[in-house]
């Protein structure tokens, strides 16, 4: 889906305004652990803690995915 690409690419405006726009939708399709999981992957700190500080659990996949593509700082 398009927010979660805007989530992977680091593309945060693009990411809160597609979210939005589509929440009603996308809450039913596990989003908030895919975006978690889009956003770890591609080493986006700043929507990890958008995404944090909504009370979005982390996942310990979420924190294997940035750990295997090089993302440590995550």
């Known amino acids: 889906s398009l927010p979660l690409a805007a989530a992977y690419g680091g593309h945060f405006e693009l990411f809160q305004y597609l979210a939005a726009a589509n929440y009603d939708k996308l809450k039913f399709l ?3 652990d895919r975006a978690t999981l889009a956003a770890a992957a ?3 700190i700043e929507i990890m803690k958008h995404l944090l500080s909504h009370h979005l659990p982390l996942s310990e996949r979420a924190t294997v995915m940035a750990a295997s593509n090089g ?3 995550m």
Do not use: R
């Open 30 to 32: 596990n989003f908030p």
């Open 42 to 44: 591609g080493g986006n």
């Open 71 to 73: 993302h440590l700082p």
